[in-house]
């Protein structure tokens, strides 16, 4: 089974300042990647999918790139909303699965 | 303005089966798309559970060891969870979500999630 492992597993920051999250598969996974970002109480949210491409009404500043094992989620100028958990999720052969999350917090 | 709703009871008692559904609206099942079913166990990473399509054809998740059923209902504009035999490890929120059609089958839609609790 690929594994899917996030670092940092916390940081904190504060409101503009740009942060990195990674995301790195046991094994290749070309760009079969989806980024989500969760907030206390609320469902999951898709920010990113197939690694770089935005969805539908996300803003410009989350950027993600990478692809094989290595993959990265940016978010270039930290706004309020952004304070949450975010989790990177591969599917591949008929199973997904999620990364352990990343929670990002107000400094 | 597609949006999803689980409905179930919150409460279910180890060892008995568990059913939810999830009711659509803003886009027709029968059109297309897959469709699947996430949980979150309490101040844990989601899992995902299983995904199907309207004609039918489901997966699931392996770590369930065949304990999850999903159906499809076009009639309805709904497609339903049953988990066989549950335990206190069940007991979490549980999502339905719609699977975009691209290599990555993203979830672009969820529900706002209902929890389920697993107690005698």
């Known amino acids: 089974d690929i594994q899917m492992t996030q670092s940092p597993s916390s940081l904190s920051a504060s409101v503009g300042d740009r942060v990195t999250v990674t995301c790195q598969a046991s094994q290749d996974i070309g760009t079969s990647l989806n980024w989500y970002h969760q907030r206390p109480g609320r469902a999951p949210k898709l920010l990113i999918y197939e690694a770089s491409i935005l969805d539908t009404g996300v803003p410009s500043r989350f950027v993600g790139s990478g692809s094989g094992t290595d993959f990265t989620l940016t978010i270039t100028s930290l706004q309020p909303d952004d304070f949450a958990i975010y989790y990177c999720q591969h599917y591949g052969n008929f199973m997904y699965t999620f990364g352990q999350g990343t929670r990002v917090e107000i400094k | 303005q597609v949006q999803l709703q689980e409905s179930g009871p919150g409460l279910a008692k180890p060892s008995e089966d568990l059913s939810l559904t999830c009711s659509v609206s803003?886009?027709?099942?029968?059109?297309?798309?897959?469709w699947g079913w996430v949980r979150q166990p309490p101040g844990k990473g989601p899992q995902w559970i299983g995904t199907g399509f309207h004609t039918g054809y489901t997966y699931f998740n392996p770590s369930l060891k065949s304990r999850a059923t999903i159906s499809v209902d076009t009639s309805k504009n709904q497609f339903s969870l049953r988990l066989s035999s549950v335990t206190a490890a069940d007991t979490a929120v549980y999502y339905c979500a719609r699977v975009i059609g691209s290599i990555s089958a993203p979830l672009d839609y969820w529900g706002q999630g209902t929890l389920v609790v697993v107690s005698s």
């Open positions: 803003g886009y027709s099942i029968s059109r297309g798309y897959y």
